[in-house]
């Protein structure tokens, strides 16, 4: 059962990246500032939240730029500590996440974070399942292409229920940031699924108006 994180909780915001529930996000963590709100969360409850800087960020970059309200909350699933006291780590998508009060800027910004719920729907039921079936032949499909239409390989396989097929291609498939933003802010995981078809289409026109023309 999913407990909330106690409050505040440590926002990592990121240029470009948005992160969905269910899905694996793979950092390498190198600024002194997330080192240590990675020590932190390790000695807590190894919550985070990834939030999607707001464009212009690099005025601010080392101060606090601002980002979107709209997150995910992660936990840590793997965590390798270098020699260089950097980290490499796999987070694991939760729950979307609406940012609210700075609780805390230094070291590193901490904020209060409403979890967002989802809308319901029967992840065994006929409409799932073909939901399910059709993504997943689409994006076996467009496997071939590689880093043309991908920024990671998905999860294909056909035993996967239908929120981390939704998710994992989300998090997988090249996008602009505007447009991940857009599917995380959708309410249910069918609402999501109905509008991968779209994007993962776009590709039968080549990867650059899938991305809208630009790269994520």
């Given amino acids: 059962m999913f407990t909330p994180p ?21 950092l390498h963590v190198f600024e002194l500032r997330y080192r240590t709100m990675v020590r932190d969360a390790l000695s807590g409850e190894r919550w985070l939240a990834i939030a999607t800087l707001k464009p212009g960020y690099e005025l601010d970059y080392y101060g606090s730029p601002a980002f979107h309200d709209l997150g995910c909350l992660g936990r840590f699933e793997d965590v390798e500590w ?8 796999r987070l694991r998508g939760v729950s979307r996440v609406r940012f609210g009060r700075v609780a805390r800027e230094f070291p590193y910004r901490a904020c209060e974070a409403r979890v967002l719920g989802e809308a319901p729907f029967d992840p065994e039921g006929p409409l799932a399942a073909l939901e399910r079936a059709s993504l997943l032949e689409e994006a076996r499909r467009l496997l071939p ?17 239908l929120a981390l097929v939704v998710h994992s291609i989300a998090q997988c498939l090249r996008m602009d940031t505007a447009s991940r933003l857009e599917l995380l802010a959708l309410e249910g995981v069918l609402e999501r699924a109905q509008r991968l078809h779209d994007h993962l289409q776009r590709f039968d026109r080549g990867p650059a108006q899938a991305e809208g023309g630009g790269r994520n």
Avoid: S
């Fill in 82 to 89: 270098l020699p260089n006291d950097c980290y490499n780590l």
């Fill in 145 to 161: 292409l590689g880093t043309e239409a991908w920024v990671a390989p998905p999860v294909t396989k056909d035993d996967t229920p």
């Fill in 6 to 26: 106690r409050q505040p909780v440590p926002v990592f915001p990121l240029p470009e990246m948005v992160l969905f529930p269910d899905a694996e996000l793979p």
